[in-house]
């Protein structure tokens, strides 16, 4: 396979010049960031960047989607910009473990008047998701939740995706541990590693899901590798387009 040239590298002005040139940024999404730097130091970097966000956004209105479905919402700003792109009676339903970042989120929601297209379901997604109705209903899935249930979620998700629609995972590369068998600074497994010894024990291999999902006969893949924060750190989105017709596999 031959790959292009390397990106190009991305500067804080070159950063902030791109982001610049997408949907128009507000005060509201602007005090939104800065709250959650401050309140939540340890785990802002979990806040999706601003050019990711409108990424959402524009994606959410090429598929026109009425049915969002997040999987890890934090302090709400990637369900704000996709509430702010959804079809006239459209809604995004969230799903998040944290009363306490999501109240975060509740608060922004209001001011930008978009609360009332936002539902949010507090408790482990993996169980919440097969309440969803089970027929193709869902026009954009957002996941960037907990990586290793990752797997789970994109196979709860994908049966409910209406034909046309899309499925974007975050951060499926882990920021590269995705390749190694465990980080020697943190000592986190990769997703399909297996946990050092003398620590917890460790959780079930899942497989590789990129080539699991390569293989896959149900959708068309392709990996983003975008910029999501003011510093040099790569993520991706994971989107999987359904077919024109949804066939199951047999059994």
Known sequence: ??????????????????????????????RLAEETRRVLP??????????????????VRLVRARTVVEVGTFTGMSSLWMA????????????????????????YWEEAGVADRIELRIGQAAEQLGILPAEPHVDLAFIDADKYNYPT??????????????????NVLWAGRIIDRFDEGRRRPRLEGVQPQGRRPPRPRVGDPHRRRRADPRG????????TRSRPRRSALWPIRAPLRWSPAAG
């Open 1 to 30: 396979m031959t790959w292009g040239r390397p990106p190009t590298p991305v500067n804080r002005a070159l950063y902030r010049y791109l982001a610049e040139l997408a949907v128009p940024d507000d005060p509201i999404t602007a």
């Open 42 to 59: 340890d785990q802002s970097s979990m806040q999706v960047g601003i050019d990711q966000a409108k990424l959402l956004y524009l994606l």
């Open 220 to 227: 068309q893949t392709v990996r983003l590798t975008i910029r």
């Open 153 to 170: 979620y994109l196979e709860l998700l994908a049966p409910r995706l209406r034909s046309g629609g899309l499925l974007l995972a975050d």
């Open 84 to 107: 702010r792109a959804l079809e006239p009676g459209g809604r995004v339903i969230c799903f998040d473990r944290s009363d306490e970042w999501t109240s975060i989120a509740r608060r």
